[in-house]
């Protein structure tokens, strides 16, 4: 059975911007790349384990990257707590992922 996935402020906040970012040239490419980033998560949900472990940024934490995105997640009981989503290094939308 999929875990639920549940979004913190902060991660969707990070979705929002990333959108804002890329639909100011093409909307539809930014319909499109959420779309991706949400096709992973569902992946997450039925195979938690299978983003990249990074407890070099706090213990627990996981990484999936979609189209050079990076999602960055905790399993939690009964759920995937999406904590941040990162757009690729050197864009303005860019996060410190020690913000986690």
Avoid: C
Avoid at 9 to 29: T, V
Wanted: proline share 7%; net charge negative; charged share 30%.
């Amino acid at each position: 059975m999929p875990l639920r996935l549940l979004l913190t402020p902060q991660a969707e906040e990070d979705l929002f911007e990333i959108w804002l970012f890329i639909a100011a040239d093409n909307p539809a490419a930014a319909d499109q790349l959420i779309a991706d980033v949400e096709k992973g998560w569902s992946h997450l949900a039925e195979f938690p384990l299978s983003g990249e472990a990074r407890t070099d940024l706090a213990p627990g934490i996981r990484r999936q990257v979609t189209r050079r995105h990076q999602t960055l997640y905790k399993i939690e009981d009964d759920a995937i707590l999406i904590m941040r989503v990162l757009a690729p290094k050197g864009k303005p939308v860019d996060k410190e992922a020690s913000e986690v």
